[in-house]
């Protein structure tokens, strides 16, 4: 750790100010240098961020339930100020750089200890009902203009502000946006422009905006003009358009907030709007032209901390920005505070050690990406002993409810220098390219997430996509009774898409595989059903969802002798030829090779 004028960095040495600078700031900036990206100070030194995102005093003298006990600041410091110096000194000695998200600033702030960065969230967007109320409306434009003023006023000469997130998880849910907007007054300029975009995308003509979707309460273009709804016709292209009219409004959010942040503090970065550990490729691709950073909250995708592939590097690729994580976490039932990790869809480790492990885990694998410009552990403080207002009860703290730190997990922050990581160049990761490797004894052993595939190589197994922004990886391994492929995919289904609640077969997910040109297997899989397929011979398994359950995990058991063996051996070759099709046939995903089996 080096201290600079008024900031703690994580230092990489031969520091300087990069070759690819991003924004005309005269504060912070992102840079690349030496084929990575970095956070660059204002006196030119460069920082992988590792922030944490929650930093309050916990519930007040008078909200305190002893019923049901959390972390309360007053219970272990006599004013918010010893506080202050208390908790920012054990954050720089843990090697912390960042205040991120959310902090009781004020106290922060004044303290003497106070030499971590500030990226705030501001809730801009969320205060006037963006984007799902109309983003043309001058009475929200208003809105969101007073709270960025109101937000960004007290911060704008703190020289330790590095940007803000313009707000936390709006979701972007694509079925929500488009039934909420057609919903709005005929007056609406974003109904308009939905409108709009429909009669351009058909010429006008209604018929064939019929073969993509159902209509209600309209029977034609001026009908629709006044009012009326439109779902998804089962087996057409609608999501298309749907998707088309994403990217539009998103364009507009990103517009609106760049110029909201740029008026109120010139000199501050715009560090996206932290996606909620999933993303609509459209909406990524809106937010290139306005942010300087792409931020993403990210839930592990496997419980022992490791995560897809595809999610930061598309992200990347999409926005060509340095990618911040702005919310990782870990917990384990084995804690102090009590919190019995039930009421909510997050992976718990069994001790405290293996806790430690799997944050160690997410923070090196995102420290050594280049792109990846930082990460925030979600929150400092364990949750209340029988969870928060909404019933979230999780051991997500760097401390117990009784400010006592979990020393096996500060410790993981404490030594993994971030940056030094960071400044390291890495070797390319191992593939299936190199020769796919043997199966665990089970390969369908626990197959729910976080849990399923963890006892596969997914590492020398990883299988490349053929194109360059996958929403999807794709593992293999091999025993001698056949091949086995694993797919987990990111696929959001909203049941708002339709007229009724479920999902139609011919919408749902479809994954195919040819091996050595003939095709084995079609499988329909996704949107929380059982899955079915077309060879009875290949076992297919898979776990999904819909809503905010975006996970779709699939493993598929391809005998040997549908491949032409009696049983597999090492050295024999195998051509895959895989594809994926998303919900609605979204997005594709394809990956092709000629692979050896390894010992």
């Known amino acids: 750790m080096v201290a600079l004028m008024a900031w703690s960095f994580v230092w990489a040495s031969g520091a300087g100010a990069g070759d690819d600078r991003h924004g005309d700031q005269g504060g912070f900036k992102v840079a690349r240098a030496d084929g990575a990206w970095w956070f660059i100070g204002p006196s030119g030194q460069r920082f992988f961020s590792v922030g944490v995102c929650v930093l309050s005093q916990g519930a007040t003298r008078e909200a305190y339930d002893p019923e049901n006990p959390a972390y309360a600041a007053w219970r272990q410091h006599v004013a918010p100020s010893a506080w202050a110096d208390v908790e920012l000194r054990r954050l720089s000695s843990w090697g912390f750089t960042t205040l991120g998200g959310w902090a009781d600033l004020p106290p922060l702030r004044s303290s003497s200890a106070q030499t971590l960065c500030i990226t705030p969230v501001l809730h801009i967007g969320a205060a006037a009902g963006a984007p799902w109320w109309d983003m043309w409306d001058e009475v929200n434009l208003r809105r969101m203009e007073e709270t960025a003023r109101a937000q960004i006023g007290p911060l704008r000469d703190d020289p330790r502000v ?57 029977s034609g273009w001026s009908q629709l003009r006044r009012g009326g709804m439109l779902f998804l016709r089962p087996g057409g292209d609608g999501v298309h358009v749907m998707r088309r009219f994403l990217g539009m409004v998103a364009d507009r959010y990103y517009e609106v907030m760049r110029g909201l942040i740029r008026k109120n503090d010139p000199d501050a970065l715009f560090l996206g709007d932290r996606y909620q550990s999933f993303f609509y490729p459209e909406v990524a691709r809106a937010s290139a032209r306005h942010v300087d950073v792409a931020s993403s909250n990210l839930n592990a995708h496997w419980d022992d901390g490791s995560f897809l592939r595809c999610y930061p590097e598309t992200l990347h690729v999409l926005t060509g920005k340095p990618v ?98 960071h400044s390291v160049a890495s070797s390319p990761r191992p593939d299936a390219s190199q020769g796919i490797p043997p199966a665990p004894p089970d390969p369908f052993a626990d197959f729910l997430p976080p849990r399923a595939m963890r006892a596969w190589d997914r590492e020398r197994g990883f299988v490349k996509p053929s194109g360059e922004a996958p929403l999807a990886d794709l593992y293999v391994c091999w025993s001698p009774r056949g091949l086995f492929v694993g797919l987990y995919s990111l696929d959001i289904v909203e049941p708002a898409y339709y007229r009724g609640t479920s999902v139609p077969k011919a919408d749902r997910a479809l994954w195919s595989l040819r091996v050595d040109g003939r095709e084995i297997v079609r499988a329909r899989i996704g949107a929380g059903r059982e899955p079915v397929w077309s060879e009875p011979k290949v076992r297919v398994e898979n776990a999904s969802g819909v809503g905010s359950n975006v996970s779709n995990v699939a493993g598929m058991e391809i005998p040997a002798a549908l491949l032409g063996h009696d049983e597999l051996r090492p050295g024999d070759t195998i051509e895959i030829d895989c594809t994926l099709l998303t919900h609605g046939r979204a997005y594709r995903v394809d990956w092709k090779g000629r692979f050896i089996l390894a010992r």
């Open 162 to 218: 590095v940007g803000y997130f313009s707000d936390n998880e709006l979701g972007w849910w694509n079925a929500t946006l488009w039934k909420m907007t057609l919903e709005q007054p005929s007056g609406s300029g974003q109904r308009h422009r939905l409108v709009a975009l429909l009669r351009e995308t058909y010429d006008g003509d209604w018929k064939k905006l019929l073969a993509d979707f159902e209509p209600e309460n309209a």
């Open 324 to 421: 911040i994580v702005s919310e990782f976490y870990a917990s384990a039932r084995d804690n102090r505070s009590g919190n019995r990790n039930s009421h909510g869809t997050y992976p718990v480790a069994p001790t405290q050690a293996a806790r430690a492990e799997v944050a160690r885990t997410t923070l090196g694998s995102l420290a050594r990406l280049p792109f990846v410009v930082g990460a925030d552990w979600f929150q400092f403080s364990d949750e209340p002993t029988h969870g928060r207002e909404d019933g979230e009860n999780f051991n997500f703290g760097l401390v117990d409810i009784h400010d006592r730190p979990y020393e096996e997990l500060v410790e993981v922050f404490r030594s993994i220098d971030a940056g030094r990581r």
